[in-house]
C-alpha cells in the first residue's frame, strides 16, 4: 500500500481555502484538509453544515483556487474545469429553455461531438435513466424526481471519471430519493468512476459508499475515515434494516453528533 | 354505497361548470362595463361640444375627428397621401428600434460578461442616460439633415439605453448554478453566451422591447416636430400651425394604432421565443 504503488484519482493535501468576508475578515473554510479517493471508489463525506463540503467539491472541479495546499486529479494538480470531472448540483441545474433531448445533449455538443452522433447518445441515456418518451418535454414540465434523471444522465453522458455530488438528492421526497439512489448506484457500477457524494444524511452515506468521511465542523477537517464494508450489490430499500448496516450507522452517528453540536455551540 | 360513489363525481362537475359560468359572466360583465366606460367618455366629449361646455377649437370634437380620419385616407393630407406619412414614420422608428435594440443587446451582454468592461465603461453610460435625449434631436436634424437618418438616430438613442440596461441586468441575474454546469459540461466562453446567458437574459431583453418601440416611436415623432419633410410629426406640428384640433387627435389615433399593432408582433414573438417557461397566464 505504498504512496507510489496506488494512484489516486482525487487528492486533497493540506488544502486550505478562505473567504474574505464584506467586513474585511477571513473565514476559512478548509484547513489542513486531507482526502483521497481512489479510481472507482466511491467516497461520501458527511458532516454539520455548513462546514465546507461544496467548498471542497468546487476546489476538485476547478471552479474555484485553493489557498494553501494541493488538489489533484490522477496525481496532476487542478488548474481549472477538467472535463474528466462530472458534476450534479444540489439544485436544479438543468437548462429550464432546452427539451429533456437537449439538456443530455448539451455535454457531447460543448465538447465538439457531432450532432448526429450526441443525439444517438443522448437518446440511450434518456432510455437509461427512464425517462423516454419524454425527450421533447421541458424541465417545468416534470417532476424533481425526474428532473434529477435529466441531470444524471446529462452528467454521465461525458462519461466522467470522477463524479461529484453536492447533496444531489436532498430537495426529493423519501420515495423518490430511494428510487434515484438505487438508479445511481447502478450507474455508477457500470461507469465505474470515482465518486464523491456530499451529503448529510447520514443513512444515504452508508448505503451508497465504500468509505465515508467525517468532516468537523468549520474550519473543516477530515475527522475520521470509515470504510463500509457492507457487500454490493446493495439493496438501497432493506439495507437499512440490516444488523451490520446498524452497527456502522451508530459508530459514525456518535463522531459526527459530536461534530454537530460543536457546530451549534460556535453559532 | 353505492350511492355516493355515483352521486359524488356528479356533484363535482356541477360543481366545475357553475365555476365555468361564473367565470364567463365576470368576463362579459368586464367587456360590458368597459365599453360603458368608453361610450361615456366619447359621448360625453362629444354632447359636450355640442351643449357648448368644450370648445371644439381647442379640444377638438369625436365625429370632427372622424371626418378628418375619413377625408384623410380618401383625399390625402397637406403634405401628401396619409399612408405615405405612416410608412415614413414606422420606417424610421422601425429602423430605429432594430438598430437601438440590437446595438444594446450587444453592448448589454458584452458588459454583463466583462468585468473590466463593465467597471470602465459604466460611468458614462450612467451620464449619457442622465441627459435629455431629445435634446440631440437637434443635433441630429443639423448633422444628419432633414432626411429619415436623423430621426433614426433620435430613436435609437432613445431605445438604446433601456435596451441595454435590461440586457445587463439580465446578464447579470443568470443563475450562477446553471452557469457552473455548463462550464462543467464543457462549454468554452463563447458556447456559455450563446447556450446559457443569452437564454436567460431573454426574458429582461424581450420585455424591455415592449417599452422601447414605444420610445423609438416618440424620437421618431419628435424628430419630425423638430424638422422634416413627410411623416406623422410633421403631420401633427402642420395641424398644430393651422390651428386645427381635430387634426392633432386624428393623427394621435393613428400613431395609437401602429403603437397597439407593433406591441402585438411584439407579443406574438415573444411567446415564440419563450415557449419553454410555465404557462403562468390564464388568460389575458
Known sequence: MSAIASPSAVALKNVARRFVTPSGDVLSALEDFDLTIAPGEFMAVVGPTGCGKSTTLGLIAGLARPQGGEV??????????????????????????????????????????????????????????????????????????????VALAQTFINNPQVLLMDEPFSALDVQTRELMQEELLQLWAQAKSAVLFV????????????????????????????????PRPRDVATLRYDERFIAIARKISDDLREEVLRARAGH | MTETTVSAPLAA?????TAV???????????????????????GWEFGVRLGAIDPFFFGQPSG???????????????????MQIWVTIYE???????????????????????????????????????????????????????????????????????FANAFQGVREADKNLIANARILGASNWQMTRAVVLPSALSWILASLHVSFGFALVGAIVG????????????????????????????????????????WILTVIENRLLTWRPDTTVNE
Request: aromatic fraction near 8%; glycine fraction near 10%; proline fraction near 3%.
Open chain 2, 93 to 163: 422608428a422601425g429602423a430605429g428600434f432594430l438598430i437601438g435594440s440590437a446595438m444594446g443587446i450587444l453592448c448589454g451582454i458584452a458588459l454583463g460578461r466583462n468585468q473590466l468592461l463593465s467597471d470602465v465603461f459604466s460611468i458614462y453610460i450612467k451620464v449619457a442616460n442622465s441627459i435629455p435625449r431629445v435634446v440631440l434631436g437637434s443635433i441630429f436634424i443639423v448633422a444628419l439633415g432633414l432626411g429619415a437618418a436623423s430621426k433614426i438616430a433620435l430613436a435609437v438613442v432613445m431605445v438604446f439605453f433601456v435596451v
Open chain 2, 13 to 17: 362537475d356541477g360543481r366545475i361548470e
Open chain 1, 72 to 149: 489533484t486529479l490522477f496525481d496532476a494538480p487542478v488548474t481549472g474545469v477538467d472535463r474528466r470531472v462530472g458534476f450534479v448540483f444540489q439544485q436544479d441545474a438543468v437548462f429550464p429553455w432546452r427539451d429533456v433531448l437537449g439538456n443530455v445533449m448539451a455535454g457531447p455538443l460543448f465538447r465538439g461531438v457531432p450532432k448526429d452522433k450526441a443525439e444517438t447518445e443522448a437518446r440511450d441515456w434518456i432510455t437509461r435513466v427512464g425517462l423516454k418518451g419524454f425527450e421533447h418535454h421541458h424541465p417545468h414540465q416534470l417532476s424533481g424526481g425526474m428532473r434529477k434523471r
Open chain 2, 65 to 83: 375627428i372622424v371626418t378628418k380620419l375619413i377625408d384623410w385616407t380618401e383625399n390625402g393630407t397637406s403634405i401628401g397621401p396619409l399612408w
Open chain 2, 21 to 43: 359560468q361564473r367565470m364567463r359572466r365576470h368576463q362579459r360583465l368586464v367587456l360590458a362595463l368597459r365599453l360603458a366606460v368608453l361610450v361615456v367618455l366619447i359621448g
Open chain 1, 199 to 230: 451529503t448529510h444524511d447520514l443513512d444515504e452515506a452508508i448505503l451508497l459508499a465504500d468509505r465515508v468521511a467525517v468532516l468537523t465542523t468549520r474550519p473543516a477537517r477530515v475527522k475520521s475515515v470509515h470504510t463500509i464494508d457492507l
Open chain 2, 224 to 263: 419630425e416636430f423638430l424638422g422634416a419633410r413627410e411623416g406623422m410629426g410633421l403631420l401633427i406640428a402642420t395641424a398644430q400651425g393651422s390651428f386645427d384640433s381635430n387634426g392633432v387627435f386624428a393623427a394621435m389615433i393613428v400613431i395609437a394604432i401602429v403603437a397597439l399593432l407593433a406591441e
